[in-house]
C-alpha cells in the first residue's frame, strides 16, 4: 500500500471528532455540479468519509453509490444518510470496487489525492458514461487575521514548522495551475474542463481551531507528544476565536465519447 493510501486511511481513528468539525461545501458548489452534469441521476463518489458532500448531493434527488474504504468512517456515513434511501454505501477502497452499473456522475470531495494514481482516471472513466461528469473539489483554509496567522505560525516553529500548511489558491488564480487541473488537461479520456472558486468564512472557538487542525493529516502524522505539545502551546496564545477564510476549489470535466 502506497503512504498516500495509508494516510488516506487514519481519518477513522478520530472518525467522530473527523465528522464534528470538518466544514461541508458551498450550496453553490453543489448547484454549478449539477447544472454542468445536466439530467443524469446515478452518481458514484469516491471517499465518501462520514458524508458531508454526501448529504449535499443526495438533498438534490440524486441515486448515489457511495464508496468509503474506511469502516468506522463508514458507519457514520451509514448513521448520517439513514434517512436516504437512494444512497448505498459500499465499504471497500475505490481502487477494488467494481461498478455494477454506468454513472452519470462521479464526484470527489477532499480525498482524490488519496487514490491509487496510476489507476485513479482510468477507473474514473470506465466509471462514467459517455459524457459523464467527473467532479472533484477541496476545501482550503486559513486563518484570515494576518498578525494572528503570523503568531501561530511562530508557535508551530517551535514544534513542527512544517506542520502549518497555508498556501492556497487566492481569487484570480490561474486555477488549472493546482493539482488535478493539468492531469486532466492532459487526459484524451476527459474535456470540456472548467474550474470554480468559492470564498467564504468559517468562525470557530480556539478548542474547536486546535481540533480542526488534529484532523488534519499533517498534524495526524506528528509523533503524538510532539503534537499534543503543540496544541497546547497554541491554546495558551489563541484568542477566544479564530477565523478562517476558506476556498473552495471545484475541477469539473466531461468523459469524452
Given at each position: 500500500?502506497?503512504?498516500a493510501?495509508?494516510?488516506?486511511?487514519?481519518?477513522?481513528?478520530?472518525?467522530?471528532?473527523f465528522?464534528?468539525?470538518?466544514?461541508?461545501?458551498?450550496?453553490?458548489?453543489?448547484?454549478?455540479?449539477?447544472?454542468?452534469?445536466g439530467?443524469?441521476?446515478?452518481?458514484?463518489?469516491?471517499?465518501?468519509?462520514?458524508?458531508?458532500?454526501s448529504?449535499a448531493?443526495?438533498?438534490?434527488?440524486?441515486?448515489?453509490?457511495?464508496?468509503?474504504?474506511?469502516?468506522?468512517?463508514a458507519?457514520?456515513?451509514?448513521?448520517?444518510?439513514?434517512?436516504?434511501?437512494?444512497?448505498?454505501i459500499?465499504?471497500?477502497?475505490?481502487?477494488?470496487y467494481?461498478?455494477d452499473l454506468?454513472?452519470?456522475?462521479?464526484?470527489?470531495?477532499?480525498?482524490?489525492?488519496?487514490t491509487?494514481?496510476?489507476?485513479?482516471?482510468?477507473r474514473?472513466?470506465?466509471?462514467?458514461t459517455?459524457?459523464?461528469?467527473?467532479?472533484?473539489?477541496?476545501?482550503?483554509?486559513?486563518?484570515?487575521?494576518?498578525?494572528?496567522?503570523?503568531?501561530?505560525?511562530e508557535?508551530?516553529?517551535?514544534?513542527?514548522?512544517?506542520?502549518?500548511?497555508?498556501?492556497?489558491?487566492?481569487d484570480?488564480?490561474d486555477l488549472?495551475?493546482y493539482?488535478?487541473?493539468?492531469?486532466?488537461?492532459?487526459?484524451p479520456?476527459?474535456g470540456d474542463?472548467?474550474?470554480?472558486?468559492?470564498?467564504?468564512?468559517?468562525t470557530?472557538?480556539a478548542?474547536?481551531?486546535?481540533?480542526?487542525?488534529?484532523?488534519?493529516?499533517?498534524?495526524?502524522?506528528?509523533?503524538?507528544?510532539?503534537?499534543?505539545?503543540?496544541?497546547?502551546?497554541?491554546?495558551q496564545r489563541?484568542?477566544?476565536?479564530?477565523?478562517?477564510?476558506?476556498?473552495?476549489?471545484?475541477?469539473l470535466?466531461?468523459?469524452?465519447?
Amino acid at each position: 500500500m502506497s503512504d498516500a493510501r495509508a494516510q488516506g486511511l487514519m481519518f477513522g481513528e478520530i472518525a467522530e471528532e473527523f465528522d464534528r468539525i470538518r466544514p461541508g461545501y458551498p450550496e453553490g458548489l453543489v448547484d454549478d455540479v449539477l447544472a454542468y452534469s445536466g439530467i443524469g441521476v446515478q452518481a458514484l463518489e469516491v471517499g465518501a468519509g462520514t458524508g458531508k458532500a454526501s448529504t449535499a448531493f443526495a438533498a438534490r434527488g440524486l441515486q448515489i453509490t457511495a464508496v468509503e474504504p474506511d469502516p468506522k468512517m463508514a458507519a457514520l456515513l451509514s448513521e448520517r444518510l439513514a434517512g436516504h434511501s437512494s444512497v448505498r454505501i459500499v465499504v471497500a477502497l475505490w481502487e477494488q470496487y467494481e461498478p455494477d452499473l454506468a454513472f452519470d456522475l462521479l464526484f470527489c470531495a477532499q480525498a482524490w489525492q488519496w487514490t491509487d494514481g496510476s489507476q485513479r482516471w482510468r477507473r474514473a472513466a470506465a466509471a462514467l458514461t459517455p459524457g459523464g461528469t467527473i467532479a472533484l473539489f477541496w476545501n482550503f483554509d486559513r486563518i484570515a487575521d494576518d498578525d494572528l496567522r503570523a503568531l501561530v505560525r511562530e508557535v508551530h516553529a517551535g514544534y513542527a514548522p512544517h506542520a502549518m500548511i497555508d498556501e492556497e489558491p487566492s481569487d484570480g488564480a490561474d486555477l488549472s495551475a493546482y493539482w488535478p487541473g493539468p492531469d486532466l488537461a492532459a487526459l484524451p479520456e476527459f474535456g470540456d474542463l472548467t474550474e470554480r472558486l468559492y470564498t467564504w468564512e468559517r468562525t470557530l472557538s480556539a478548542d474547536d481551531y486546535v481540533s480542526y487542525l488534529s484532523t488534519q493529516p499533517t498534524y495526524r502524522i506528528l509523533p503524538e507528544a510532539t503534537r499534543e505539545a503543540l496544541f497546547t502551546a497554541l491554546l495558551q496564545r489563541l484568542p477566544e476565536k479564530v477565523t478562517l477564510a476558506v476556498e473552495t476549489l471545484l475541477y469539473l470535466g466531461r468523459r469524452t465519447a
